[in-house]
């Protein structure tokens, strides 16, 4: 599940954190698997999970400095 910059500027803010958390906690699962010897189903997995934290925070920044997207 690929979350677009799109479907992040339609949610709230509450969401948005909520969805943080969220994704904030399952890498932390991911990691912690990784680190205990155990092989990862989707290996990828931390990659995309990391780059939808970063898309959320980038969509929170820019409202917070008040650019506009389209």
């Known amino acids: ?3 677009k910059a799109s479907e ?3 949610m ?3 969401e948005r954190m909520a969805k943080l958390r969220e994704l904030y906690a399952e890498l932390m ?3 912690a698997q ?3 010897g155990v092989p ?3 290996p990828g997995r931390i990659r995309t999970i990391r780059k939808a934290i970063a898309r959320i925070l980038t ?4 409202e917070k400095k008040g650019i506009r997207r389209a």
């Open 34 to 36: 990784q680190a205990s």
């Open 12 to 14: 709230s803010s509450e």
């Open 29 to 31: 699962r991911l990691r």
């Open 59 to 62: 969509v929170m920044n820019e």
């Open 40 to 42: 990862l189903d989707k």
């Open 8 to 10: 992040i500027r339609r």
């Open 1 to 3: 599940m690929v979350l």
